[in-house]
């Protein structure tokens, strides 16, 4: 806060008050110098104490001095005149804001510990301002690596100067109230690294732990180091000293001229830092403090009283908002700093920045380790930050948490505030990956002098263990509360120091007693007699037995000692195997050490204790540990790349020259080029401050300095995001992306608000892709060329993504079942790679609407390169009937996807009924596929990770997921045993309803009236032509106007000029079929129909002979016609046959019915339950046909055509299986009774004697053969086109075949312009009906089936053009690429 500049000062004479809180205070009136026009009072008195014959406040800063400074900006330059340096008064006036006032008494142990932000203590809510990965955009203006002082410099001004920022953090968000107390949550919290290096082992590289865990223990070769890893970086276990660089180290000669030659250039910095940290010292009317009384006790026999003092520190000892607007507590005075501060007392960059930056629209992800910069590509302005998530329990994949980095684009600028060790780390790994650096990357680091040391089992009580509830009346106190300051009046300004005390956190307590007395090099007090060696002893006694919190005990009376000084500047880091590893030689042995160490003996002696080194010291070999490492990037002294990493500003240099990285800047530790012999926050804070403020002058931005209000940390920030000023292309992309972000968030919000569960794991998968814009088919076959392509061309792929559900109730009971995915694929064949996936979708068990009996598990996603290239992911998972009673098959089929990548399109373009047919529109670019690998299987069980409020909810949330996938997984491993399915109520999946323009009813000349179905032509520029198509048995006129499939046969020959003609005729779906019409029978109805086309529509001139085109039994019965002469040959033009025509041979299946049975079927059918047999059939069904229901499941047949569709079996009894499952869609196969009527048993006998005999026949009792030699000559002439399905198994291909033979043999090769009159094509991968009904028909059957009917009425020249319609447009943009 602002300090006050006093314009007068009072001269009455001051008492020297060595009291506490407990004593008596003399109250006096005092005026107090005018601070910003006002002068203030105060009645209560506050203790001072004396030093230099100056007194200096112990309640609150300067800035509390009036209530109009707390409402100043907290960026107004304060007056730089230290406190010390003036005399203060014993009654200082404060002034409070909003919600401030006073601790009111000693904090009881309730104060200790936050134990809820929210309303209600019960719910244990914590403020979240860092957001999770999946609502990170791809690119922002800039991104500020670290969360520290100088990351959270960075990311508040960069937000209050209107930038959008991005800050990443590789340890978790955790607020007070959540941070270990106990041991045995601190050892989970801890990550060791480094280089294990004690003097009598060989050293080896060690890494361990949680590496997002809060405490980080590097291991060097002559020291190491501790920082944290949290929001808040390591002000989160700092001693939270604010303790300002002596001139004389800012003058030394490693430092740049511009602060070398301009010392006291800082101070407006330092001033901008104590505006938002708002340091204070301890006040004088608080609890009296052992260890701080025992400091100045040991200053004083140390000859430095003059030295002791006080010292400021970021610890609040009133209520109310800090200077950012977040509502604080005052100190519990739990010692607990080291672990972590509970009570809310801590003024943090937590805080303090980032929860400014929070407020002013920054966007802050943790569990995101940062490991290396890079420039974007030419196409791109800025940087690259690659990252490693460790969310997700992404960590168990070992091998790919490091290897397939995240990233997100630095439009501008990078701010590196990772700390020393973190920032330099990165700017080691991103030289080695080709980033220009200067050389001294990585040199000139230093410890800051830092000594550890223990006086053990003094004459005094020190109090010096930390505790989590400490007694009001007994407490332990901030961390460090006091200093002996010895840094001027020495000659070689190198020697100066600074001593404080310290508390121990209560994670220790268990071992720290044997700790001390084991460790080796202790020195002893000398001197002692007996009483005082027997008081020592018991004293050591009583902690082993009573604990370390046994107030006459040896750990009671142990004080901390912590010195910051100035060691030889000389250490560096380097990468072995990719991993940090400090090289602090010599650090530990140095004669300045040991005279430090010296000093800490005598204070120690003084008072009666052992003095013990700290463990590294006396384990490892003489050597330190710090908690403070600085350098490794510093500023050159020269202003050259030969002397220094940056420049005076944090800029990192090109190389050894003067040119800088423009917009990556460091502003952390690692720029300190020397130990600072003090505590170095409060200069890494004021040096970043500094460096962001010349980067806003040097980019014209303007930091706003506006007050913020008190903080709703369960709200929203006051101020937006900040959105960039780009071209139409990206603002488009941008409004896009910002819906995108909108709906993502608020799923999560509405999961947190509703105190929802989730569910999540983390998956890689490889494989091949190739790149072939060509590869436009959907299935199997295609995807094996592309991937056994890719293989050979070493195409390889892989993806590293993260589900998660933030409410498990979506991904079980909404019918996509979908969850979010986020992470990266890697396709070095495709440009941009590696690719961001964020906010994807991943669909559990997806019904696959383009197979019967499927499910899908899906993968869709936009994701963008580093180039900035968009792309779409789609891939899919087939868990068909196939994995029936198979575990093999169904691992293989949840292990291999399927993948298309096509280019991206915008949202409003990417519209369709589902999901499968999304993710397949654009243009291809690759396909291929890819699949997990057991290890990686093994990794992905043990990331599943259920998430909520409590152990129940996630145990609940476990056990909802897995059963519902178990569920699943069981119905179709155990398809052949679920229950039927029977015919639903309602109609689904109708999206092309084909209605006919008109509808004839003809009489065949036996009096059966039957229905004639037309369609016009939608193509008119072709001349119209008829089109006469007969279905075959049981069925009507949908199996071409199919209304379940987009692009029907009718679609098809409409828009080829073609009038259709479809005959429902007596043995199809109509009433009369029941009446034992035979295929003899039908021929009439054909009859009739030609003559009413003929009569009708021959537009007044001469009936043509009309094309027809006839499937299965129809094209039996026309066949009858033809060959008996009922029907005019001359009245067709030609002929299309499909599957059979005069010579029906059944397959294997249905001989093995009639041969292999007793009875033949059709007469024990009729014997038992009548004439009619039902395709169609229902739950309230007759028991019979209820238990047939259940029996047909049982009749024998390839796994891939398992389903337990009951009117499918059925269909199967009686004709055989009509299809190939795979080319059904959903809703055919599940709406399929609505397409198939029945069957008469007289019928049934027809068919199968003539499919047994191998040639049609007349009605009985005579059945004559009708494919006599005389009969077939009336074919002359006539074009016939033969087609069966290659895996047809009603009819055998044999059918086509013979009559192709028969043909031949009568006619020859024919005398057509093309010399061919008779063909026969058999149709790979299809059936028998799908060759009609067929959800890819219109590729697969319809185009050559069309050519021949072209071929033969417009001619040989004849080449059919695609309209410009409906059909056309959805096939050029994928929406029918099944």
């Known amino acids: 806060m602002p300090s006050v500049v006093p314009d007068g000062t009072v001269t009455s004479p001051i008492p020297d008050i060595m009291t506490t809180g407990a004593d008596d205070i003399v109250t006096t009136e005092l005026e107090m110098p005018a601070t910003n026009g006002i002068r203030g009072r105060k009645l209560n008195g506050t203790k001072t104490w004396p030093a230099n014959k100056y007194e200096r406040r112990s309640s609150g800063s300067a800035s509390d001095a009036s209530v109009d400074t707390f409402n100043h900006s907290i960026y107004e330059q304060p007056n730089t005149g230290s406190a010390w340096d003036r005399p203060l008064h014993s009654h200082e006036h404060f002034g409070f804001g909003d ?8 904090r009881s142990r309730a104060y200790s510990r936050i134990r809820s932000w929210g309303d209600d203590p019960k719910t244990t809510q914590f403020p979240r301002i860092s957001k999770p990965v999946e609502l990170m955009r791809h690119s922002y203006d800039c991104v500020v690596i670290g969360s520290g002082y100088g990351g959270g410099v960075a990311a508040s001004r960069m937000a209050r100067a209107g930038e959008s920022v991005c800050l990443l953090e590789r340890g978790k968000e955790r607020w007070p109230g959540e941070y270990p107390d106990g041991t045995g949550d601190a050892v989970g919290q801890v990550h060791y690294s480094g280089e294990f290096a004690p003097t009598w082992l060989p050293s080896k590289l060690v890494e361990g732990g949680d590496p997002t865990g809060m405490y980080h223990l590097i291991f060097g070769n002559g020291q190491n180091a501790v920082v944290c890893n949290g929001l808040g970086g390591t002000s989160l276990m700092n001693a939270n000293v604010y303790l300002e660089a002596d001139k004389e180290t800012l003058q030394q000669e490693a430092w740049p001229e511009e602060i070398r030659d301009h010392p006291g250039s800082l101070d407006e910095y330092y001033a901008k830092a104590a505006a938002v940290l708002e340091p204070e010292e301890y006040p004088l009317d608080w609890p009296k403090l052992p260890k701080l009384d025992l400091l100045e006790r040991q200053a004083k026999y140390l000859n430095m009283s003059e030295k002791f003092r006080r010292v400021k520190q970021t610890t609040r000892f009133r209520n ?85 980095l995240m990233w997100v684009h630095a439009r501008k600028a990078v701010f590196l505030g990772a700390g020393a060790v973190g920032s330099t780390e990165i700017l080691l790994r991103s030289r080695d990956m080709g980033l220009e650096l200067s050389e001294k990357v990585g040199q000139n680091m230093s410890g800051n002098g830092d000594i550890l040391g223990f006086g053990y089992n003094t004459d005094y009580e020190v109090n010096g263990m930390g505790r989590p509830s400490p007694s009001p009346y007994h407490p332990v106190g901030p961390c460090i509360t006091g200093i002996i300051d010895n840094r001027e009046g020495h000659e070689n300004p190198l020697d100066g120091y600074v001593l404080e005390e310290g508390t121990m956190p209560a994670a220790l307590a268990p071992f720290l007693q044997t700790m001390l007395e084991l460790l080796p090099g202790s020195v002893e007090p000398t001197g002692e007699g007996l009483v005082d060696r027997t008081k020592a002893h018991l004293a050591s006694i009583g902690s082993r037995f009573l604990g370390p919190y046994f107030r006459k005990g ?16 000389q250490a560096y880091l380097a990468l072995k195997d990719d991993k940090p590893v400090l090289e602090f030689v010599g650090v530990g042995r140095s004669d300045h050490v040991k005279k430090l160490n010296g000093i800490l003996e005598k204070a120690t002696r003084a008072v009666g204790g052992t003095y013990v080194r700290n463990p590294w010291y006396s384990l490892l070999g003489q050597q330190q540990v710090t908690v403070h490492p600085i350098g490794g990037a510093v500023m050159a002294r020269d202003g050259t790349g030969s002397t220094g990493a940056t420049n005076h500003r944090g800029q990192l240099f090109t190389g050894s020259g003067k040119e800088v990285h423009e917009g990556l800047i460091v502003t952390d530790a690692a720029v300190i080029p020397t130990a600072l012999g003090a505590n170095p926050f409060a200069t890494i804070t004021a040096l970043a401050e500094r460096s962001v403020e010349h980067y806003c002058k040097e980019h014209k931005l303007t930091i706003d300095t506006r007050k913020n209000s008190t903080l709703d940390l369960f709200g929203s920030p006051e101020h937006d995001h900040h959105r960039g000023k780009n071209g139409w292309k990206e603002h488009i992309e941008e409004a896009q992306e910002v819906e995108r972000l909108q709906n993502a968030s608020n799923a999560i919000s509405a999961a947190q608000r509703m105190n929802d569960t989730g569910f999540g794991f983390t998956e890689v998968m490889s494989g091949f892709i190739h790149k072939d814009k060509g590869l436009k ?30 409410n498990v109730k979506y991904i079980i009971k909404d019918p996509s079942h979908r969850a979010m995915l986020t992470g990266t694929f890697v396709c070095p064949t495709l440009e941009g790679s590696p690719f961001m996936v964020q906010r994807g979708d991943f669909n559990l068990f997806l019904l696959d609407r383009k197979a019967p009996g499927t499910r899908n598990l899906t993968y869709d996603f936009d994701m963008r390169g580093i180039n900035g290239r968009k792309l779409h992911f789609h891939g899919y998972k087939v868990v068909d009937s196939s994995v029936a009673l198979s575990p093999v098959h169904f691992w293989k089929s949840t292990s291999t996807l399927y993948v298309t990548i096509t280019e991206s399109l915008p949202d409003s373009k990417r519209t369709c009924a589902d999901a499968d047919e999304c993710g397949l529109l654009g243009d291809i670019v690759a396909k291929g596929i890819m699949k997990i690998q057991p290890q990686d299987f093994l990794s992905e069980v043990l990331t599943l990770t259920p998430t909520g409020s409590s152990i129940f909810k996630k145990v609940m949330s476990a056990g909802n997921f897995l059963t519902f996938f178990t569920r699943k997984s069981l119905s179709l491993l155990l398809a052949p045993l679920t229950p039927l399915q029977y015919p639903s109520q309602t109609y689904s999946g109708f999206v092309n309803n084909t209605s006919p323009t008109k509808t004839l009813k003809v009489t065949a000349s036996d009096g059966v009236v039957t229905s004639l179905h037309v369609w016009e032509p939608t193509n008119y520029e072709v001349e119209t032509k008829n089109l006469f198509m007969i279905p075959g048995a049981a069925v009507d006129h949908q199996i071409y106007a199919l209304p379940t ?26 009433m009369v079929a029941q009446n034992d019409w035979t295929t003899f029978d039908t021929r009439l109805d054909f009859k009739a129909c030609l003559e009413a086309i003929r009569k009708d529509y021959s537009g007044g001139k001469e009936p043509e002979p009309v094309y027809t085109i006839a499937h299965c039994m129809g094209s039996v019965a026309l066949s009858t016609g033809l060959l008996d002469g009922t029907i005019p040959a001359k009245w067709i033009k030609g002929l299309t046959c499909s599957q059979v025509f005069m010579n029906p041979i059944w397959n294997t299946m249905n001989m093995l019915k009639i041969m292999a049975l007793p009875i033949a079927g059709d007469t024990a059918y009729k014997t038992i339950a009548g004439n009619w047999f039902s395709f169609s059939t229902s739950k309230n069904d007759s028991f019979f046909q209820r238990g047939l229901n259940e029996l047909l499941r049982l009749m024998p047949d390839e796994r891939k055509e398992i389903c337990n569709n009951a009117s499918c079996h059925r269909c199967t009894m009686a004709l055989g299986r009509c299809w190939n499952h795979r080319n059904l869609n959903e809703a055919t196969h599940r709406q399929i009774d609505r397409f198939f009527g029945g069957v008469s048993m007289t ?94 028909a219109w590729k697969d ?9 072209d071929r033969v009425v417009r001619g040989e020249e004849y080449r059919f053009q695609e309209p410009p319609d409906k059909f056309k447009e959805m096939v050029e943009t994928g929406k029918l690429l099944y």
């Open 99 to 106: 919600h401030q006032e006073e601790a009111g008494g000693p």
């Open 320 to 404: 109310g908002p800090n200077s950012c607007g977040v509502e604080m507590h005052p100190s519990a005075l739990t010692g607990q700093d080291a672990t972590g501060l509970n009570d809310g007392s801590k003024n943090t960059t937590l805080v303090t920045y980032l929860a400014d930056a929070w407020n002013w629209g920054a966007d802050m992800f943790c569990e995101a380790e940062v490991r290396y910069v890079t420039k974007a590509p030419s196409n791109q302005s800025g940087y690259i930050v690659y990252f490693a998530w460790h969310g997700r329990n992404r960590g168990h994949f070992r091998a790919n948490l490091h290897g397939d």
């Open 554 to 569: 040896a750990i009671e009376k142990t004080q901390v000692y912590l010195i910051m000084s100035h060691d030889s500047n």
């Open 777 to 806: 088919r959907d299935n199997i076959d295609t995807y094996e060329l592309a991937a056994r392509t890719a293989k050979s061309l070493s195409e390889t792929a892989r993806f590293f993504l993260s589900v998660q559900s933030f």
């Open 1045 to 1070: 499939i987009r692009y029907n046969a009718v679609n098809y020959f409409r828009r080829a000029g073609y009038r259709v003609f479809v005959s429902v005729h007596r043995i199809g779906m109509l």
């Open 1243 to 1336: 019928l049934m006998h027809a068919l199968m004697r003539q499919g047994y005999e191998g040639s049609v026949m007349g009605n009985g009792p005579l059945f004559e053969r009708l494919d006599t030699r005389e009969n077939v000559r009336r074919l002359k002439g006539m074009p016939i086109l033969l087609f069966v399905g290659r895996d047809n198994a009603v009819l055998s291909p044999e059918s086509t075949e013979r009559t192709y033979e028969v043909l031949t043999d009568a006619f020859g090769a024919g005398d057509d312009i093309s010399g061919v009159q008779y063909r026969r094509r058999v149709v790979p991968d299809y059936g028998h009906l799908d060759c009609w009904m067929g959800r890819n």
């Open 1341 to 1349: 059957v319809y185009p050559f089936v069309r050519e021949e009917v």
